[in-house]
């Protein structure tokens, strides 16, 4: 059974930093795009980053800029490293592998 386990979540004041990690169970991470969502109160999930297994990169307009999507095959881990946070990036942050596995978030709060 495979399980995704995110963490680095917290409170954090706007212009700061956190790194969100995934982990993941299960072989051949290497193969699967991975991506992380979020989801504010009262609004839909909206997809953030996604990485492919090639190392391909995407990004929501809203993090250009700010936030980095990597991974580390060894590790079976996806990071999301996210600078100049913001207070409209208050959100459970969600880790997604290809296949449709989820995690079960880890909550992301940027408040003076």
């Known amino acids: 059974q495979v399980q995704l386990v995110e963490s680095g979540g917290g409170l954090v004041q706007p212009g700061g930093s956190l790194r969100l990690s995934c982990v993941a169970s299960?072989?051949?991470?290497?193969?699967?795009?991975m991506a992380w969502y979020r989801q504010a109160p009262g609004k839909q999930r909206e997809l953030v980053a996604r990485?492919?297994?090639?190392?391909?990169?995407n990004y929501a307009d809203s993090v250009k800029g700010r936030f980095t999507i990597s991974r580390d095959n060894a590790k079976n881990t996806v990071y999301l490293q996210m600078n100049s946070l913001k207070p409209e990036d208050t959100a459970l942050y969600y880790c997604?592998?290809?296949?449709?596995?989820w995690g079960q978030g880890t909550q992301v709060t940027v408040s003076s």
């Open positions: 997604k592998r290809g296949d449709g596995y």
């Open positions: 299960g072989r051949f991470f290497s193969i699967y795009t």
């Open positions: 990485i492919t297994s090639d190392g391909i990169t």
